[in-house]
């Protein structure tokens, strides 16, 4: 059973739409994070949440701890927010994450023109 | 600052070849990892480090072997390289616990 499920696993939406990517976790966490990861492969981390909502431009991100589910919304989606989106968690037994994440398998976001 | 780089971005080994792909960061962080990423599937940890000089198996270290001798390089050894192990691989450093984590390029590596 994975610790961290996402859905969709694929999503195509028509530019201006209001995106909206679930990741729902069985174990305890310290931390969730949601991270890019661009069709030339790189990954960057779009934001790191232990609590309640953070927002940096048109992404939003929030997490409902005793419900083990994060939301990742995109307003107003763009061509260039096509990429796949991964929630990752520190886990609780991780030692502060310091043996790494646990990973999603990723939702693939298309956003047609 | 670089970030994290890696090398090479591309290579195909024969099967019982062996190889070592490289990881470097500037950013003076303790703690290092490596990771595989296989297509349809979440990226799973190889090996990480908490500092130089320790090193620590991850989900799966099978087949694959790490130092850290200094604070800037993680390098990830491939000794009998098997079609398995072919992936995208990404290092990453973090500055400590509970931060986020700065990923490399990828390395990605088939074996025929």
């Known amino acids: 059973k994975n610790e961290v499920e996402q859905s969709p696993q694929n999503l195509t939406a028509q530019e201006g739409e209001f995106i909206t990517i679930n990741c729902s976790y069985s174990?305890?966490?310290?931390?969730l994070h949601w991270l890019q990861q661009h069709p030339g492969g790189g990954i960057v981390s779009l934001f790191m949440?232990?609590?309640g909502k953070k927002k940096h431009g048109r992404l939003i991100a929030t997490i409902n701890i005793q419900e083990k589910h994060s939301s990742l919304h995109i307003t107003a989606s763009h061509p260039r927010d096509s990429a796949v989106y991964i929630c990752?968690?520190?886990?609780?037994?991780?030692?502060?994450?310091?043996?790494?994440?646990?990973f999603g398998k990723g939702t693939h976001l298309i956003i047609q023109p | 600052n670089a970030g994290v780089t890696q090398t090479p971005k591309f290579r195909i080994l024969k099967i019982g070849q062996s190889m070592t792909l490289q990881c470097t960061q500037d950013m003076n962080h303790n703690y290092m990892y490596w990771y595989r990423q296989d297509p349809g599937m979440g990226l799973k940890l190889i090996y990480y480090s908490v500092g130089a000089g320790i090193t620590d198996k991850g989900e799966v270290p099978n087949g694959y072997n790490v130092s850290r001798s200094t604070t800037e390089d993680f390098p990830l050894r491939l000794e009998l390289a098997a079609p398995s192990q072919t992936s995208v691989y990404f290092c990453?450093?973090?500055?400590?616990?509970?931060?986020?984590?700065?990923f490399g390029p990828g390395t990605r590596l088939t074996v025929l």
């Open positions: 949440l232990s609590s």
């Open positions: 990453a450093s973090r500055t400590g616990n509970y931060n986020e984590q700065f």
């Open positions: 990752a968690v520190t886990t609780l037994d991780s030692g502060g994450g310091a043996d790494g994440l646990t």
């Open positions: 174990v305890g966490i310290s931390a």
